[in-house]
Structures are given as C-alpha cells and as structure tokens.
C-alpha cells in the first residue's frame, strides 16, 4: 500500500478530529459536570441543614408556645396592684376563721423586681397553735403567690394556765410574728 500526501493528510485530519473534539468539546463539558456535581452536593447539604434547622425551629417555636403558656398561668397567679386589697382581706378572713387575733398588719417597703412587686406585710397574730398551723395551711392554699419569710413564734404561758378550749387544757397560747410577701403586677396606683 503507497500512501501519498493526501491519504497521509486525510489519516492525520481524521486522527486529529476526535483528539480535538476531546480537548475542545468533551474536556470541557466534563469540567462543567463536575463543577455541576459539586454544586448539587452542595446544594443537598444545605437542604439538608436546613432540614435540620427547620426542625429546630419548630421546637423553639413549641418552647415559645409552652413558655407563653406557663407565663400567663404564672400572671393568673400574680394579683395586679387593685386585687392586694382583697388579698389583705382574705387573709384577714383567713385569721378570723382560724380563731386567730390578729393584732396588726403593717406594709413594709416595698420593691420592684422586672415587671412584678414584692409588697411584704408584717403580721402580728395571736392565738392556738392549732390556729396558726391552719392559718399557714390556708395561706399556702391561696391560689395567689405569696411567701411566708421571718416568722417567729413565742409562747404566752401565762395566758394559757388554767384556761380550758372546747373541754381540753389549752397547751399555750403562741404570739406570732411573721411577714408575708405578696407579689403583684407593675406599680401600684397612685405611685409616683
């Protein structure tokens, strides 16, 4: 077989199509789907850490919903500054159903505390232990919040010898002295 310039040059233009084609046209597109790949991989992980942070979300959003739920249980609790009167009142209900003397209620100072009072009330009560214990029995059942703080008891021996309750020996007669905090919302009217 003698192969001439023109059957020599048809091999090389026809070797040379698919080199070409390779380096121009399929190197190329290979580079651009790979490029596609890493961008696709890229895309799924942040789809999936938006999964992720979507799920999350939705149980902050739950958290919210539940710390607005116990937050306003909580405000049914705290009497607003018009409702302290009839807290005053119903612990004075609360001593008398007890047998209780109530000898004074003073308000002590009061302070503000992010959105709530603390007005505490000093409280000298004379009476039955038997009394006392129900009147802390009742004051614990309020369905207000209140705490109890600095209480102190002291026994009036001298009052109770000799004296009879009900057919039974009085085992004393206790004097208390205690304060009870009352809590309640903002500031008080007429507070300047």
Known sequence: MNLGIREMVFLVVLAAIPVAAWFFVFEPRNQDI???RREIA????TLVR????TEEVGDVRNAIDDAEFRLSDFRRNIPDANEVDDMLAEIHRIGERNALGIASIRALQRT????????PL??????SFRGLYRFLIDLERLPRITRIRDLEF???LVESRGRTEDAEVVQGRLDARMTVVIYCEGEMEGDA
């Open 122 to 127: 000093s409280l000298d009560i004379k009476g």
């Open 34 to 36: 790979e490029q596609s």
């Open 42 to 45: 890229q895309m799924e992980s």
């Open 50 to 53: 938006l999964d992720q942070l």
């Open 112 to 119: 503000e505390t992010q959105g709530y009072s603390e007005i």
């Open 154 to 156: 002291s026994r009036s």
